[in-house]
């Protein structure tokens, strides 16, 4: 009679690599979870002050996966085409790494005193990451794992400054460089061209949002 006993086939040889199967796990986990709750907001299911809150610490989850995969999972896509994840909502939520409320943004409150007081530390906000991101270019910290979390604080705080327009210039350029760097490995590097751009780019970027809102660093 024939053996009819199951033999238990392993995915991984040490306990390295049950840890990157256990962290492939948990981000599959956190972009269904996203999947569901940018449906849950569209159809009101869940209040703007509870998904920015949960969309938030998600985002965060994500960008700390993404830190410990990056050599793994450089990009998000592939990760997701892989494991026949269809889920375009939770693509572009982590891709854009801000908020719906935030990316178009929603204001959850408004009164005129606490409006302007948080006008003022969000566009202070902005200068110190515009600060910190050329400082770091002009140090020649440059490697992907450098890099990005400037940039990605950067794209942040400029979708808080409500002052600015919707189409203003600089979100667009901070979100290209970021499409880009998310392709690389953690380690790598920019190469001098594109150090030099992306400092121009920066730069004139900053110039643009002191410009538009009178020279004035969150006063």
């Known amino acids: 009679m024939a053996d009819t006993t199951a033999e238990t086939i392993k995915l991984w040889a040490n306990k390295k690599e049950r840890q990157q199967y256990d962290d492939f796990a948990n981000l599959f986990a956190l ?111 440059i490697a992907k794992d450098q890099v990005a979390p400037c940039l990605s604080d950067l794209s942040t705080a400029l979708y808080k400054v409500h002052q600015l327009p919707n189409d203003f210039p600089g979100k667009g350029m901070v979100r290209l460089w970021l499409d880009k760097l998310e392709k690389m490995r953690a380690s790598d590097e920019l190469a001098d061209d594109e150090t030099r751009q992306l400092l121009f780019d920066v730069e004139n970027s900053y110039n643009q949002f002191m410009q538009l809102l009178g020279g004035k660093e969150g006063g």
Do not use: Q, W
Not at 53 to 67: N, Q, V
Not at 93 to 120: C, F, Q, W
């Open 31 to 141: 972009i269904k979870t996203v999947e569901k709750l940018e449906k849950a907001f569209v159809t009101s299911a869940v209040s703007t002050s509870e998904y920015e809150t949960a969309c938030g610490e998600l985002i965060t989850k994500y960008k700390t996966l993404r830190t410990t995969l990056a050599d793994l999972v450089p990009d998000i896509s592939h990760f997701m085409a892989t494991y026949n994840m269809h889920c375009a909502s939770a693509k572009h939520r982590l891709n854009v790494g801000l908020p719906a409320t935030i990316e178009h943004r929603v204001l959850t409150t408004k009164d005129g005193n606490g409006s302007s007081r948080e006008s003022a530390v969000s566009v202070a906000e902005c200068v110190h990451h515009y600060i910190g991101a050329m400082d770091t270019i002009k140090l020649g910290m």
